[in-house]
């Protein structure tokens, strides 16, 4: 079982960045698969970004990948995505995932949610 927190959205403006971090309590953090999703209002959740178990291989999608970077600190039990050049449309609620699965874009992949942070980015 694992537990996850997410921390750190806030309304910036275009352009701005922002650190979420998820921090994971319970047992073998390092074992697992961990992935960013985000839900903007009205629409499904969307997969943004995943890492396998030691942080070696890493997974964006294409509106992200020069923008946002993921990283992981297994001693720390914590996930995080730095977000930089942020645009409107990545407004949405953040949430980070947990799963033993190999990488993956799919939420079934995905045993273990967050609340989620709510990100917004205007002007």
């Known amino acids: 079982q694992v537990q996850l927190v997410e921390s ?4 910036v403006l275009p352009g701005g960045s922002l650190r979420l971090s998820c921090a994971a309590s319970g047992r073998a953090f390092s074992s697992y698969t961990m992935a960013w999703f985000r839900q903007a209002p009205g629409k499904e959740r969307e997969f943004v970004a995943a890492s396998s178990w030691s942080g070696g291989s ?5 509106p992200v990948k020069d923008r946002f970077a993921i990283s992981r600190d297994n001693a720390k039990n914590t996930f995080y995505l730095q977000m930089n ?7 949405a609620v953040y949430y980070c995932a947990a799963g033993l699965s190999v990488l993956s874009r799919r939420p079934q992949s995905y045993d273990f949610w967050g609340q989620g942070t709510q990100v917004t980015v205007d002007s």
Not at 8 to 11: L, V
Not at 58 to 62: A, E, K, R, V
Not at 85 to 91: G, Q, R
Request: hydrophobic letters at 20%; charged letters at 30%; aromatic letters at 12%.
């Open 58 to 62: 890493l997974y964006y999608i294409d």
């Open 8 to 11: 750190g959205g806030g309304r």
């Open 85 to 91: 050049s942020l645009k409107p449309e990545d407004t």
